[in-house]
């Protein structure tokens, strides 16, 4: 079992502390930012932190799980995909043919897996990691298990492409210990509940997850409750 004993809520130091939270002002200030994803986030023109970016990544870096809405625009893939960066970068080594990914991202369409794709990609391979995006048409099952039999540290599916690939053994959630339910209210209005659910029953319960939402109601409340541990709520503007 190589999920097991894996001690991978590393703490940094900075933002460590569960009743401090400040806000990131600078990517220089984010002492656990490997140097090359801090070459790669100036590289890619990003100056400072957006105010959700500003306020999620101490607390998702710290390994809390939370619930982020602020609306759309206001960068919530980076917000996300840049402490995943940092979590991959703490683990050891996932084993080719052996281990699934580290890092799991879930969206209701296929349009938006490859956009989250896009960036997840960049900014893993900066520290020599791979992401791959399994909810596009084109590629079959075979020729996805192949790719992802050779080493990735970031799935970003839609539900129930992802659960599909898991029973036909493509990939497994073995190693799964950050997981992001992206546009979470745009998966229940599809009708995703239940298929987030199973996915989320199947991966080890230590795990750290982030929701993520432009819009904030009951249904979103009642899902987050099940789906996540003591989660930080960081609400940017009014929604909902
Ligand atoms: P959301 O998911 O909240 O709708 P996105 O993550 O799609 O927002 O980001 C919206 C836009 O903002 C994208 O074009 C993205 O590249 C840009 N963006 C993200 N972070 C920053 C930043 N720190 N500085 C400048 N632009 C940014
Ligand atoms: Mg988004």
Redesign the pocket.
């Known amino acids: 079992n190589t999920s097991s004993g894996i001690a991978w809520r590393k703490q940094h130091d900075i933002v460590c502390n569960p009743s401090n939270f400040d806000p990131i002002l600078g990517f220089g200030e984010v002492e656990a930012f490997p140097e090359e994803l801090l070459q790669e986030i100036a590289r890619s023109?990003?100056?400072?932190?957006?105010l959700?970016?500003s306020q999620t990544l101490s607390v998702a870096i710290s390994g809390h799980d939370a619930l982020i809405t602020?609306?759309?625009?206001?960068?919530?893939?980076?917000?996300y995909i840049w402490p995943m960066v940092v979590h991959i970068n703490d683990q050891p080594h996932i084993n080719p043919g052996v281990d699934g990914p580290i890092g799991l991202v879930l969206t209701p369409t296929r349009e938006l897996a490859k956009?989250v794709f896009k960036?997840a990609s960049t900014f893993i391979q900066s520290i020599g990691g791979k992401a791959m995006e399994v909810a596009g048409g084109n590629r079959g099952t075979w020729e996805l298990t192949k790719e992802l039999k050779k080493g990735c540290e970031i799935v970003v599916s839609t539900p129930g492409r992802l659960i599909d690939l898991v029973k036909k053994k493509g990939t497994n959630l073995k190693r799964v210990t950050f997981v992001v339910l992206?546009e979470a209210d745009r998966m229940l209005d599809m009708g995703f509940e239940n298929q987030v659910s199973s996915i989320l029953g199947n991966i080890r319960p230590d795990r750290q997850t982030l929701l993520?939402s432009?819009t904030f109601g009951k249904r979103v409340e009642k899902v987050a409750r099940g789906w996540l541990k003591n989660p930080v709520r960081i609400a940017i503007g009014r929604t909902g």
């Open positions: 023109g990003y100056d400072s932190p957006t959700v970016q602020a609306a759309t625009g206001s960068g919530k893939t980076l917000a956009q960036y992206d993520l432009a």
